[in-house]
């Protein structure tokens, strides 16, 4: 059985798939995030990675957010910020 790569199915659509559905903006886990127009920069899902929402550390009060070695200026959490 032949399978065409670009319209299998795969892990990350399955992800993608899950978190707009659910309304999430990204993944992260403890000292990682990724938004979900960036699905797994790193090349994998680790298997404790967890849907949340992406927070602006600019505007964002409520959340600790702690610039990272990467250089961005976001946080992914289980919680929204509040403004």
């Known amino acids: 059985m032949d399978i065409n790569p670009k319209s299998a199915i795969t892990v990350e659509k399955i992800v993608r798939n899950y978190l707009i559905r659910h309304r999430f903006d990204g993944l992260y886990n403890d000292?990682?995030?990724?938004?979900?127009?960036?699905?797994?920069?790193?090349?994998q899902i680790r298997g404790d990675c967890m849907p949340g929402y992406v927070n602006d550390c600019s505007t964002c009060i409520s959340l600790e957010c702690k610039r990272d070695t990467t250089g961005f200026d976001f946080i992914v959490s289980d919680e929204e910020c509040y403004k």
Request: net charge negative; charged share 10%.
């Open 31 to 43: 000292g990682c995030g990724c938004a979900i127009d960036l699905l797994v920069p790193c090349g």
